[in-house]
């Protein structure tokens, strides 16, 4: 019986795979979910995160004098979204530097182990993509690289907004600053912290209850399970206190 395919990804990725896998019955998403209501499925809320970033595309379909519009997914993860962009008819590339996830994703799509920042300039795209990745990219080098790839960027992600110790993801402040030294105009910031939170709830009401599985499976420690429930609770706090916020934001030049 082949391994699962949580098994190869690195920690906490695999930490969350496992438990999305045991409870839904697949991982199809590894990024967070818009609840309407905190009890509904996450696979739900995470099919609206999904809508929500389609409504911000370019049309998909071509016509006699245009093509099909031509998308960059930087951060493609499990390759549920690169698919279905396919499906809908939109020339899309997918990229990722974690080759267990290119891996994961397999044939059938225009994916490749790159990080953004070595995107080669030749190519250009409508529209370039951040779901959750613009965190791990430097603020100056994402929008110097995206000045060069497109006239688009729609990121959907979570910023720190209130500085305070120990809070770690990317000022929004300057975030927005780096976007306007590159050309780059904020056309649309949409607050959706509080239906992105409820994906923290999740995972901290599961990461106890997965304890001996997550040891079994994953060979994790107990330190390991307890870091994550310990930091499940400070990110909720962040979230609760206004530290960090959920945005969705489209910039144009």
Same mark, same amino acid.
């Given at each position: ?39 509904? +499925? ?13 409504? %911000?595309? +370019?049309? =998909?379909?071509?016509? %006699?004098?245009?093509?099909? =519009? ?26 990722? +530097? ?75 402040d300057r975030f927005l600053a780096v976007a ?16 992105? =939170? ?10 106890? %209850? ?42 144009? %030049?």
């Amino acid at each position: 019986m082949p391994a699962p395919a949580y098994s190869e990804f690195y920690y906490p990725l695999n930490v969350f795979m496992h438990i999305l896998t045991h409870e839904e019955g697949a991982a199809t998403y590894l990024h967070y979910g818009f609840f309407e209501s905190p009890n509904e +499925p996450i696979a739900k809320a995470q099919e609206r995160s999904t809508a929500a970033l389609l409504e %911000r595309l +370019p049309p =998909a379909g071509s016509t %006699r004098l245009s093509a099909p =519009a031509r998308l960059l997914d930087a951060g493609a993860g499990l390759g549920t979204t690169l698919r279905k962009l396919q499906a809908l008819g939109y020339r899309v590339t997918g990229i990722t +530097p974690d080759a267990k996830q290119v891996a994961a994703i397999g044939d059938g799509v225009d994916v490749r182990c790159v990080a953004f920042e070595a995107m080669p300039e030749d190519e250009t795209f409508d529209t370039v993509i951040f779901q959750e990745s613009s965190q791990y990219i430097d603020s100056d080098a994402l929008f110097a690289k995206a000045a060069k790839l497109t006239r688009h960027v729609v990121v959907l992600d979570e910023f720190t907004v209130r500085a305070e110790e120990g809070a770690s993801l990317h000022a929004l402040d300057r975030f927005l600053a780096v976007a306007r030294a590159n050309g780059f105009e904020l056309v649309e910031d949409l607050d959706v912290s509080a239906k992105a =939170a409820p994906t923290i709830d999740y995972f901290a009401q599961r990461f106890p %209850r997965y304890r001996d599985a997550l040891k079994s499976d994953l060979a994790l420690t107990d330190a390991q399970v307890d870091s994550l429930i310990d930091n499940g609770v400070r990110y909720r706090d962040f979230y609760d206190r206004g530290v960090y916020a959920y945005r969705v934001m489209q910039f144009r %030049r």
